[in-house]
């Protein structure tokens, strides 16, 4: 079993940032690939970013490519979103999630068993 715990979520302002952490927890973790979503209102769940627990490779959204960077600190048992130049449609709650070998399928939330609480995130204009 993997639990996972979000934290960092807040108000910020237009083209400020915010760095969201995801504390991760239970199995030893091998070869997971690890990611990041949201979901505003009325909205369905959006693929941002996910990262290869082992090796880093990551992949991103096309909406946050060149302002939102995908890491980890295998250390620490910490995945990390930084979040530049936000827009009041990044708004939304912000969910990490994690399983085992999704290959290219990263960017599909139902294949991943994992899930944390969820952050909120809101950018004022």
């Known amino acids: 079993q993997v639990q996972l715990v979000e934290s960092g979520g807040g108000l910020v302002q237009d083209g400020g940032s915010l760095r969201l952490s995801c504390a991760v927890s239970?199995?030893?973790?091998?070869?997971?690939?690890m990611g990041w979503f949201r979901q505003a209102p009325g909205k369905e769940r959006e693929f941002v970013a996910a990262?290869?627990?082992?090796?880093?490779?990551?992949n991103y959204g096309d909406s946050v490519k060149g302002r939102f960077t995908i890491s980890r600190d295998i250390s620490k048992n910490t995945m990390y979103l930084q979040m530049n130049n936000l827009k009041p449609e990044d708004t939304a709650v912000y969910y990490c999630?994690?399983?085992?070998?999704?290959?290219?399928?990263?960017?599909?939330?139902?294949?991943?068993?994992?899930w944390g609480q969820g952050t909120q995130v809101t950018v004022s204009s």
């Open positions: 239970g199995r030893t973790f091998g070869s997971y690939d």
């Open positions: 999630a994690a399983d085992r070998n999704l290959a290219r399928n990263y960017h599909v939330a139902e294949e991943y068993s994992y």
């Open positions: 990262i290869r627990w082992i090796g880093g490779l990551t």
